[in-house]
């Protein structure tokens, strides 16, 4: 999966973009501020699941047995190969309605392209690639919108249905849950390495490779009665999304740092100043809220807010659920599955 080399003619993707993949994020607390003004506003009673909640889809009630999963999600590059691109913001999208427990039906295609700089074929190559994701979900891309724009953006709509009964809301997490995530974290270094060239080729294969597996566990641990909450690390790092489960939840979280797995020599990468933007606001958006256990550096404080983009599942569940949610996690082909910690009476997030 080596990535494609560019036509000198055309710029690289990455050089159009700001910022790439889940990094492009706005900051939590930012974000937070501008949604004030909306919360307020009426929701029917079929709307089981808003933005009141920081989740990760709407989900809305159209009988006692069905609801409807829709969310969106889209940004600029990570990734120069524009198949790459496509397929990872296509993975990335659909993931949300894998966190809640549901099962895709179709998607719509959100894309803004710079028509003037890029190639009417790189531009399809990036919607062959979404197609494909889509495809591997076993969903058509049944439709969207096209802007020209000044940078790249795709990105899907996703819509899916769930039980409401089974659905896994991020805000469900109990007392003496255990922690179990489905991916390991580094994206985000890996990517600003690759901006500047650095990443290896080998090292790129693995960050395509788990960007662009998709989180299909997400329907099957929702049909496990020990499985209370379910989200997904992207943007805001593990901190951030571990840091929304307790704050939903009214309750503390402790991440055992030492069992959080990572991917391949990504702690010489950050040493190395491989670091996003993304991880600095994180980290100034939501860094009061959590604590750092003796022997913790900068380096570990990075990676634990390293913006991921297509990230794993983080699943709160009984202790005596554990095994069977890693049993599936590894049916499902994730291998790197890890309990990383417990739930716990208290507030924010502690790691040690």
Known sequence: ??????????????????????????????????????????VPPELLVGIGSSDDAAVY?????????????????????????????????????????????????????????????????ILEGGAKAAAGAGIPVAGGHTIDSVEPIYGLVAIGIVDPKRMKQNDQAQAGDVLILGKPLGVGIYSAALKKELLAPALYDTMIETMTRLNTPGPALAQLDGVHAITDVTGFGLAGHALEVARGSGLGIEIDWSAV????????????????????????????????????????????CDPQTSGGLLVSCAPEAAEAVLALFRSHGFAAAAQIGRVSVGQGVGVC
């Open 1 to 42: 999966m080596t990535e494609s080399p560019k036509t000198p003619l055309e710029p690289r993707l990455t050089s159009l973009s700001h910022g790439g993949g889940c990094g492009c994020k706005i900051a939590p607390g930012v974000l937070s501020g501008l949604l004030q003004g909306t919360k307020a506003l009426p």
């Open 61 to 125: 009630k159209i009988s006692d047995d069905q609801a409807i999963v829709a969310t969106t999600d889209f940004f600029m590059p990570i990734v120069d190969d524009p198949e790459h691109f496509g397929r990872i913001a296509a993975t990335n999208a659909i993931s949300d309605v894998y966190a809640m427990g549901g099962t895709p039906l179709f998607a719509l295609a959100v894309v803004g392209m710079p028509v003037n700089v890029l190639a009417p074929e790189t531009i399809g190559k």
């Open 261 to 304: 797995p990572l991917l391949d020599e990504v702690r010489a990468l950050a040493e190395a100043g491989h670091i996003t933007g993304a991880s600095g606001r994180n980290w100034a958006s939501y860094g009061a809220e959590v604590t750092l256990g003796d022997g913790l550096d900068a380096i570990d404080r990075a990676l634990l």
